[in-house]
């Protein structure tokens, strides 16, 4: 009614924490793989704020990750550089 958007995020039951947590963890799984073989990995698709979390890890590690692929199949991929 005002024109302004606005933005709700739902959190049911701690769900958000509990998927941040995951999230964390596989990309932690995922850099290990990275490190170890020197090949790139490639993560289950997953949505654009997922996405971010783990963006957002994978800099804090001192890799690098990129978004590939459309719509419902985009997912991340870490490498080493």
Same mark, same amino acid.
């Given at each position: 009614? +005002?024109?302004? *958007? +606005?933005?709700?995020?739902?959190? !049911?039951?701690?769900? *958000?924490? *509990?998927? $941040?947590?995951?999230? #964390? $963890?596989?990309?932690?799984?995922?850099? %290990?793989?990275? $490190?170890?073989?020197?090949?790139?990995?490639?993560?289950?698709?997953?949505? %654009?704020?997922?996405? #971010?979390?783990? =963006?957002?890890?994978?800099?804090?590690?001192?890799? !690098?990750?990129?978004?590939?692929?459309?719509? #419902?199949? *985009? =997912?991340?991929?870490?490498?080493?550089?």
């Amino acid at each position: 009614a +005002t024109g302004d *958007r +606005t933005r709700l995020v739902l959190d !049911i039951s701690g769900h *958000r924490d *509990r998927r $941040q947590s995951e999230l #964390k $963890q596989l990309a932690e799984d995922a850099l %290990a793989k990275v $490190q170890d073989r020197r090949e790139d990995v490639h993560l289950e698709p997953m949505s %654009a704020y997922e996405r #971010k979390i783990v =963006h957002d890890f994978v800099a804090d590690s001192g890799l !690098i990750s990129e978004s590939e692929g459309e719509g #419902k199949r *985009r =997912h991340v991929v870490i490498s080493a550089s």
